[in-house]
């Protein structure tokens, strides 16, 4: 990992061995982030090869949390092209297990979110947009074939997904800066097993958006 990268596939060895000591950072230390000397320490690279990759620590995050984000798109393409028929239950375990249940995946994908507003360059998230829009767009028409739905119907119903995954992670998270003050009896209603409501909730989004559908067949 020490020698110059002169490929691209090797840039690309490269960029991604960086990002996995960012992870490996993140998770051991979720609360703050890491320095690009730390991050290079750990990639066993000098600090200005970092650099030449990632201009920024929140940039490095915001590349992680695409990584993230591709991977479980794959899982989940890689569902769709198979024969259904589908139903909420074959496509849930594929959210549980590659966002839900990832490590770090939610707590990254808020701080992102912050980051975007205020410390990622605007050309580069708007980048970052792009890409997942495009990525959006051709998983929601997979799920129009699949679930008969009309046309647009896929990518808001992986918008609300989304948008309910990580909102209800947001409001049912344990923040470690409130501490024993989130056991006042005023918000014991927020004390919740998040991946039982979080399931409930997306089966009542996924049910919902499908029973039109299904109305208008029949007719």
């Known amino acids: 990992m020490k020698q110059r990268a002169i490929g691209t596939e090797d840039k690309e060895v490269r960029r991604q061995a960086i990002l996995d000591a960012v992870e490996k950072l993140f998770l051991k230390h979720p609360g703050r982030m890491a320095s690009v000397s730390e991050v290079a320490q750990a990639a066993g690279l000098a600090k200005g090869t970092v650099y030449l990759y990632f201009p920024s620590k929140e940039e490095m995050l915001l590349a992680l949390h695409e990584r993230h984000v591709a991977h479980f798109f794959r899982q989940l ?4 092209a198979e024969k259904g028929p589908f139903d909420f239950d074959d496509i849930f375990p594929v959210t549980r297990d590659h966002l839900i249940r990832l490590p770090g995946y939610l707590e990254l994908t808020s701080r992102c979110f912050g980051l975007m507003d205020r410390e990622i360059p605007a050309d580069t998230a708007l980048a970052f947009k792009a890409r997942i829009a495009q990525t959006l767009q051709a998983a929601g028409v997979h799920l129009e074939r699949h679930f008969d739905m009309a046309s647009g119907g896929g990518v808001t119903l992986l918008l609300d997904s989304y948008g309910l995954i990580v909102g209800l992670w ?3 998270h344990p923040n470690e800066r409130f501490g024993k003050a989130m056991r006042r009896p005023e918000l014991r209603i927020l004390d919740r097993n998040y991946e039982k409501e979080i399931e ?4 009542a989004l996924w049910l919902g958006s499908m029973a039109p559908a299904k109305k208008g067949k029949k007719r």
């Open 170 to 172: 947001q409001l049912l």
């Open 200 to 203: 409930h909730g997306l089966r």
């Open 77 to 80: 393409m890689g569902k769709l």
